[in-house]
């Protein structure tokens, strides 16, 4: 399962676009739930170490991966036996942090 979530920081940011840019970034939103099958993302270093970016055109979307694991457990009963099977599911949530221009967009 994949959660998005936009800082009230971000959310501000990206009401301050204007409109074509924004649904652009509508557009990177929707990927983003497709994750971990996302291209263009760029994993960031240096004091940003841990964050990553996506882009479209000269804007940008920064934001972060939490990721959660757990263990689903199935019985069934096969041929009069109980057969356990575990699965393990890995939860997404990526908190989008910063949207904005590229200009000064690493500054702060």
Known sequence: MVRVKLTTEARTQLSELPRLIA???????GRLRLWPEVSGVKRLRGDLAGKCRLRTGDYRLQFQ?????RTLEETRLVKGKELTTYLEIVDYEIVVEKIGHRDGFYED
């Open 23 to 29: 649904l652009r970034m509508e557009k990177l939103l």
């Open 65 to 69: 991966i939490e990721e959660s694991k």
